[in-house]
């Protein structure tokens, strides 16, 4: 379980998130709200990548004030913008990365990858050059490669801005399969129907935490506004 206590982020004095509580237990749950109100900040708090001003974040009882390295190995994070996230020139050899940094076997590697590949409907860019990708193609190989780490929780943060309806779909379809429990931030309300549970912050605020079709009509009322 993650678990955040009276957390408090702010950035040059200004306060992005205020006195957030809450524990994420669930298997899937969606993130929204406005633009700058806190979405990013608080999905980078769940790995470690953004520390609290104020306040603890705990991942499994880890402290992530402590215990960096341990939760970022136990949650995985899809950044918004994929070239945060590819550094190898093909898809290959990106995937092999992280796995190469927990030391696996070179034969384990490999195989983990070719499974991966044809799991994951992608084995025809496996050798193509990253950065000759396109966004969308760059987005699915971006969360192939946190999958692949086999992490606990799964942290992805507007996933499928980039990607088209058939990829959107696919993105959906392995999400539903995979036995880790994810946290997706999202503007497409659509996708996160049959959500165990949706936040929705607002000026930095939690300001709706419940079931997806309760949150997400404050949400739109909010954006009426
Ligand atoms: N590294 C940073 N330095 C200064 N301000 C930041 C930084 N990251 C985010 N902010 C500000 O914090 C607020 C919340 O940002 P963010 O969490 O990215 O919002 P969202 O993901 O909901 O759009 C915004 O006003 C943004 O400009
Ligand atoms: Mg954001």
Do not use: W
Not at 58 to 81: A, H, M, T, W
Not at 189 to 195: A, E, H, M, P, R
């Amino acid at each position: 379980m993650i678990r955040l206590e009276s957390v408090n982020v702010a950035f040059d004095g200004r306060v992005v998130l205020e006195n957030v509580t809450v524990q994420l237990q669930e298997q899937r749950i969606g993130i929204i709200g406005l633009n700058g109100s806190g979405k990013s900040t608080f999905v980078r708090l769940l790995n470690g990548l953004q520390l609290p001003d104020k306040g603890t974040v705990y991942v499994d009882d880890l402290d992530s004030q402590q215990e960096g390295r341990k939760i970022r190995r136990r949650v995985g994070f899809v950044f918004q913008n994929p070239d945060n996230q590819i550094v190898y020139p093909t898809v290959r050899e990106d995937m092999s990365f992280g796995l190469k940094n927990l030391r696996f076997p070179k034969e384990d590697i490999e195989q983990r990858i070719e499974k991966a590949l044809i799991a994951y409907g992608i084995e025809h860019l496996a050798d193509r050059l990253t950065h000759q990708l396109s966004g969308g193609e760059k987005q699915l190989v971006a969360l192939v490669g946190v999958l692949i780490m086999q992490p606990e929780y799964i942290v992805l943060d507007e996933p499928t801005t980039l990607l088209d309806l058939k990829n959107k779909r696919l993105l959906m379809s392995i999400i539903r399969d995979l036995g880790q429990r994810v946290i997706m931030v999202t503007h497409d309300l659509d996708l996160l129907v049959d959500f165990d549970r949706v936040l929705c912050f607002h000026d930095g605020k939690l300001a709706s935490d419940g079931q997806p079709a309760s949150v997400i009509n404050e949400y739109l009322q909010l954006c009426d506004q």
